[in-house]
T-cell receptor
Framework: KNEVEQSPQNLTAQEGEFITINCSYSVGISALHWLQQHPGGGIVSLFMLSSGKKKHGRLIATINIQEKHSSLHITASHPRDSAVYICAVRSQETSGSRLTFGEGTQLTVNP | KAGVTQTPRYLIKTRGQQVTLSCSPISGHRSVSWYQQTPGQGLQFLFEYFSETQRNKGNFPGRFSGRQFSNSRSEMNVSTLELGDSALYLC???FGMGFQNEQFFGPGTRLTVL
């Protein structure tokens, strides 16, 4: 079993829909990251969370440390949101920047 | 501030050769981490360097090595290339190593081994 599990693996939505991507992890963490990867490979860090909730524009990320679960929400989705969204955790067991990644969620938003 | 840069962006090598990839972190960042991304295994941690010292290492064979220079630029080397080494290699930099330090990723080097 992977230490970081994401669901769904693939998600297709219509423009304007509210989207939720889930991430569950099995280890104690010091931080959780949500990353976005567009075709071509470049990765952009969307959020880094250790507790609570963060909001940036139409994106909202929440984390429940007790339940070892995080969600990424996209409100009023747009075709430009189409990308792979990756959840990554920094384990409490490691002192450095090492991240363990989920398999990613491929999001396609149709106009 | 310029972002993380990686060179080259694309590389084609044949089995048995060796390759060196370069990563220049954001100015002022002292930690550089390397990751491998393949369709089968996803993203996996290779190693992390801070102040010219390797601080963490992932589960990769000794053919994968790296180093960091005094200006924080980092290189990774893969010797005796295998077909399975074909991947996108990403580096990420952060100011420090603590959990509160956000990582910023470069565009990656896409390596194809024939």
């Amino acid at each position: 079993k992977n230490e970081v599990e994401q669901s769904p693996q693939n998600l297709t939505a219509q423009e304007g829909e509210f989207i939720t991507i889930n991430c569950s992890y099995s280890v104690g963490i010091s931080a959780l990251h949500w990353l976005q990867q567009h075709p071509g490979g470049g990765i952009v860090s969307l959020f880094m969370l250790s507790s609570g909730k963060k909001k940036h524009g139409r994106l909202i990320a929440t984390i429940n440390i007790q339940e070892k679960h995080s969600s990424l929400h996209i409100t009023a989705s747009h075709p430009r949101d189409s990308a792979v969204y990756i959840c990554a955790v920094r384990s409490q067991e490691t002192s450095g920047s090492r991240l363990t990644f989920g398999e990613g969620t491929q999001l396609t938003v149709n106009p | 501030k310029a972002g993380v840069t990686q060179t080259p962006r694309y590389l084609i090598k044949t089995r048995g050769q060796q390759v060196t990839l370069s990563c220049s972190p954001i100015s002022g960042h002292r930690s550089v981490s390397w990751y491998q991304q393949t369709p089968g295994q996803g993203l996996q941690f290779l190693f992390e360097y801070f102040s010219e010292t390797q601080r963490n290492k992932g589960n990769f064979p000794g053919r994968f090595s790296g180093r960091q220079f005094s200006n924080s630029r980092s290189e990774m080397n893969v010797s005796t290339l295998e077909l399975g080494d074909s991947a996108l290699y990403l580096c990420a930099s952060s100011f420090g190593m603590g959990f509160q330090n956000e990582q910023f990723f470069g565009p990656g080097t896409r390596l194809t081994v024939l």
